[in-house]
């Protein structure tokens, strides 16, 4: 066995000795869906805050999970999981919805792409909405879809309020920007902490967020299984 043979070896015994917990592999299970910030990850798992932030930093330093601050709440930090580091696992299943709802704050971006990258992958019903939704869908996200082929429709953004059949108990929402997240909190139990490519405005800013978007998608479609 050559030197990167063995590298790639030692590799995966540091991720599979920082998944060697029940805890630790939980939080994986967790941000495989969304990403989550410490409190979140807290209340869902049960776990004492420091005994968690003990259990993250172990997974952090294994090069499993990494966070990054909020571009909502400054004061706020997210989990996220780092793909390549366990992309033989898969994430706990999850009841099938009757519809999945993206939403960003003002609906022109990432909630718009996100929707047109999940009518490509799945048959489940998809929407998408702000909560302070613009006058328009922005250029940038209209040029990106064109660069993927994606269909992305001339629709007016939308509250998610106004949506047609407004959410209902059946709907799984996923936020796809900070903000958004930390106005709805357990609304949407989904969340994907995504950079919002308008602020950059260029194409690089919009490729990124379509890229992040379409992992996320993929990640998450094979996880809704139907009810038993």
């Given at each position: 066995m050559?030197a ?14 920082a998944?060697a ?5 939980q939080v ?19 776990t004492?805050?420091?005994l968690l932030?003990?259990h ?6 294994a ?6 601050r909020s571009?909502g709440?400054?004061?706020r930090?997210y989990w996220?999981l780092?793909?390549?580091a ?5 994430g706990?299943?999850l009841a099938m ?15 718009q792409?996100a929707a ?7 048959a489940?019903p998809v929407a998408s909405?702000g ?5 328009r869908i922005?250029p940038?996200?209209?040029?990106t ?7 992305l429709?001339?629709v ?6 106004d ?18 997240h ?8 989904v969340h994907w902490?995504?950079?919002?490519p308008v ?7 919009f490729?990124r ?7 996320r998608?993929?990640?998450l479609?094979p996880?809704?299984?139907p009810?038993?």
């Open positions: 050559n990167e043979q063995m590298a790639k070896v030692g590799r995966r015994v540091e991720v599979y000795a998944l917990d029940p805890t630790r592999l994986v299970d967790l941000l495989t869906v969304g990403d989550a910030a410490s409190s979140e990850l807290s209340t869902r798992l049960g004492p805050s420091n932030a003990h993250l930093g172990i997974l952090e330093l090069g499993v999970i990494e966070r990054h571009e709440d400054r004061r930090s996220r780092l793909p390549d366990v992309a033989s696992l898969s706990p299943p919805p009757g519809r999945v709802v993206f939403v960003c704050t003002a609906n022109t971006a990432r909630s792409l047109a990258l999940w009518r490509r992958a799945s489940i909405a909560t302070h939704p613009a006058d922005a940038g996200a209209r040029a879809a064109r660069r993927h082929r994606l269909d429709p001339d007016t953004p939308r509250h998610l309020g949506l047609d059949h407004a959410p209902r108990g059946d709907d799984l929402l996923v936020t796809v920007c900070d903000r958004a930390e106005e709805l909190g357990s609304v949407a139990p902490s995504v950079p919002d602020t950059a405005g260029t194409k690089a800013a490729d967020a379509h890229d992040e978007l379409a992992t998608v993929h990640r479609v996880l809704l299984r009810a038993s």
